[in-house]
């Protein structure tokens, strides 16, 4: 079954693949819908990563972000999914994706997920 979400990013050749540098995003605009409610959920997703050879195309990370609007995840979930998606995309050398969730029902919650490439 092809993946709605992650056929949206777009890369671009990274110009200094010899030299590590972290690139730092922030995507303060970011909804889903909880899955046991259907009441949205707003959040800012932050995205660091150091790329390798390739990078992530800004307008299509927008496009991707965007395309969870309307879909039930669960905070945990959307979060770890998104940076499996950047990675399969980009192949970084390392990634860490934060979901910092608005407060709903008075909870609060922020999920973090990393990835470390293996060394060979």
């Given at each position: 079954?092809?993946?709605k979400?992650?056929?949206i990013?777009?890369?671009?050749?990274?110009?200094y693949?010899?030299r590590?540098?972290?690139?730092?995003?922030?995507?303060?605009?970011f909804?889903?819908?909880?899955?046991?409610?259907?009441q949205?959920d707003?959040a800012?997703i932050?995205?660091?990563?150091?790329?390798?050879?390739l990078?992530i195309?800004?307008?299509?990370l927008?496009?991707?972000m965007?395309?969870y609007?309307?879909?039930?995840a669960?905070?945990?979930?959307?979060?770890?999914?998104?940076?499996d998606?950047i990675v399969?995309?980009?192949?970084?050398?390392?990634?860490e994706?934060?979901?910092?969730?608005?407060?709903?029902g008075?909870?609060?919650t922020?999920?973090?997920?990393?990835y470390?490439?293996?060394?060979?």
């Open positions: 079954m092809a993946d979400h992650y056929e990013l777009e890369t671009f050749e990274n110009q693949p010899g590590e540098y972290e690139i730092d995003i922030s995507c303060p605009e909804t889903c819908v909880c899955p046991k409610t259907g949205p707003f800012v932050n995205l660091k990563y150091v790329p390798d050879k990078c195309e800004l307008k299509s927008k496009l991707y965007f395309s609007r309307d879909e039930g669960f905070h945990e979930h959307v979060t770890n999914q998104i940076l998606h399969k995309a980009c192949s970084p050398i390392r990634a994706v934060t979901g910092d969730f608005n407060v709903r008075g909870i609060k922020i999920v973090r997920a990393k470390c490439r293996d060394k060979d």
